[in-house]
Every structure is written in C-alpha cells, then in structure tokens.
C-alpha cells in the first residue's frame, strides 16, 4: 500500500502541494485531477522520489520513498513512472526498447514478455519498427509498455493518453487498465479527462489550491459534487439556488417557475446541447430535440 503523510511540497520558495494524506492500496486505481498548473505531474514526481519534500512522507508498504538528497539513484523497482514527456532510445526498435530493461538471461521469456506487451499498448505489427519514426501517440504507447515490462507494484502515470488520437484511445484505455487490474497493480494516474476516470478508477482525488479538495469514489463525487470545479469535470452544470445541477437533471415541462429562453442548441449525437437564459443567467440543459431560437421553455430538476 501507498501511504502518503502530511506530505508538502514547493519549488523554491512557491508551494504546490499542502497538507496532503491519501492511500493507495494494492491494485487499487487512483485518478489525480485538478486543472493545469494544479500539481498533479509535481505529486507524481513528488511520488517518485524526484524531490525532496518540504515536511511528510510517502511510504510504499515499509519502505519509505526518499528524495535526491537521501537517496542517490531515482526511483525502485516496485514503481515505475511514465512522464508526460518520455523518453526513448530513437534509433533502436519499438522492442528493444520494451526489452531494455528484461534480462537476456531467458530470450524466450522476454520474447514472450515483449510480444505480450506490445499486445496491451496495441502496437504488435510495429515491433521492428525504429522508435524515431513513430508518430507522438505511438511513443508514449512504448513508453507505457517499458515501464511495465518488470512488472512493478505501482504505475505512476501522468496524462497517459494525451498523445493518442481518439480513435485508438477507447480501447486502449480499457486494454492498459484491464491489464493493471488483472495484475494487482496499483495506478496512480493524473488526467483532466472524464474519460480516463469514469469506469476505471476506484477513487478520484482533486487538487486545488495546493490541497486535496476531495477523495472518493467517482459515483460518490458525480452524486455529490460539493463543489462547482469537482462537478465541472463531470461534464456541463448549472448553479440553481446553491444547488448543482448537471445539464442532463433539468428537464423541459410543460409549466414551472424556472422559465428560460432558449439561445442556442448544439448537436452532440444523440442529443442536443441547449444553451438558454435564466433571469440572465445562462444555464445548459440537454434536450432530444432541437428547440428554436428564443423559444421559451420551462424546465424542472430531477428528483
Ligand atoms: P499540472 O500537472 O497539474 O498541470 P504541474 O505540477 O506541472 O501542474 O505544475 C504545478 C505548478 O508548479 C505550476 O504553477 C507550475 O508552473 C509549477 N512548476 C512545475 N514544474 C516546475 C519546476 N520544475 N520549477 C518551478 N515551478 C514548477
Ligand atoms: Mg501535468
């Protein structure tokens, strides 16, 4: 298990991080969000052993994760980490560079490790293929399966899918987390991406203002989304006498005391996104149909 103790972190004299406690159990799949700037690729890092805290600890089980100035080389081998910006050796092969870190001593097991891994990152038909010409989604694809081929304890993995287009995205995301889930691994994922989050992770923490603004379970915070920055990443939402409101909770009827104009509808697939005025305020609410411009039409919140 991962536990974090009153861990605080700043770069020079700017804190990032403040106060922070959490646990990661075994296997356990955690998404760190938060908005750009907010410290999630800093508490990774942090994680790693990158830096050196200001006051805290982090422990993995008994060993207690320390920073440059206590601990000479980086990083141990129950954790690995993925950076938003990887590193790879070019001008070798997309299976070199999974296989760098597998002994020689058995070529059939690292063979048979290597092919495993390049079916969880899908990228088997580039095994030859030299890394430098691969495009930037590919890349962090090898870089995943590298930092998995010792199988670690734990994965750190900061923006995981950013570089992926959305055609491969889906089912890569369900072959990686399955993969993890499958071998106890624990992950510890930074994203702002819904996506990532919903399905997957066991727990969600946001960070804000240098603070874990709450950790719990995606269903707990979708429900009760304390705040409008925890509801926001949930998708659109309305502010209605203090109460939050996701815009698929307000409902057109026939007659209510919210009465709103409509201003503009958007076409999301397989319903229709409508922007309308309240008493001057502009509130979002989904709608099968497509309503008219300035049409008047009153909604009421689900129970
Ligand atoms: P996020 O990953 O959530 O976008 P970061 O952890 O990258 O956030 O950054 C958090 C804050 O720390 C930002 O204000 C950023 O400018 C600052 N920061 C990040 N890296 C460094 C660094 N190496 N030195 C000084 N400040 C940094
Ligand atoms: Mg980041």
């Known amino acids: 298990m991962l536990h974090v103790k009153n861990l605080s972190f700043s770069y020079n004299k700017t804190t990032v991080l ?77 299976e070199e560079n999974i296989g760098k870190f597998l002994s020689n001593f058995y070529p059939e097991e690292k063979q048979q490790r290597t092919a495993e891994l390049l079916e969880v990152v899908e990228l088997s038909p580039f095994a030859k293929t030299k890394v430098k010409t691969l495009s930037g989604g590919q890349k962090q694809r090898v870089a995943l399966a590298r930092a998995l081929a010792k199988q670690p304890e734990i994965i750190l993995l900061d923006e995981p899918f950013s570089h992926i287009d959305n055609f491969k995205k889906q089912s890569l995301r369900r072959s990686v987390f399955k993969y993890l889930k499958a071998h106890h691994i624990s992950c510890i994922v930074a994203t702002h991406d819904k996506e990532d989050v919903l399905g997957y992770a066991d727990r969600m923490l946001v960070l804000n203002n240098k603070r874990i603004e709450v950790n719990n379970t995606p269903e707990y915070l979708y429900n009760n989304p304390k705040t409008p920055l925890t509801a926001s990443f949930f998708g659109e939402f309305n502010t209605i006498n203090n109460r939050i409101f996701y815009a698929d909770q307000l409902n057109v009827v026939d007659i209510s005391n919210l009465k709103t104009i409509v201003k503009h509808c958007y076409f999301k697939g397989n319903y229709y996104l409508i922007e309308a005025d309240l008493n001057g305020e502009t509130v979002f609410f989904k709608n099968n149909t497509i309503l008219g411009i300035d049409q008047i039409v009153y909604l009421s919140p689900t129970s």
């Open 18 to 94: 403040k106060d922070l406690n959490f646990k990661v159990k075994r296997g356990e799949h955690l998404s760190v969000i938060g908005e750009s700037g907010s410290g999630k690729s800093t508490l990774l890092k942090v994680l790693y052993g990158e830096y050196d805290l200001d006051s805290g600890h982090i422990f993995w089980n008994d060993t207690e994760i320390l920073g440059p100035k206590f601990n000479l080389v980086i990083g141990y081998d129950f954790m690995k980490y993925v950076a938003q910006e990887f590193d790879l050796m070019p001008f070798i092969t997309v």
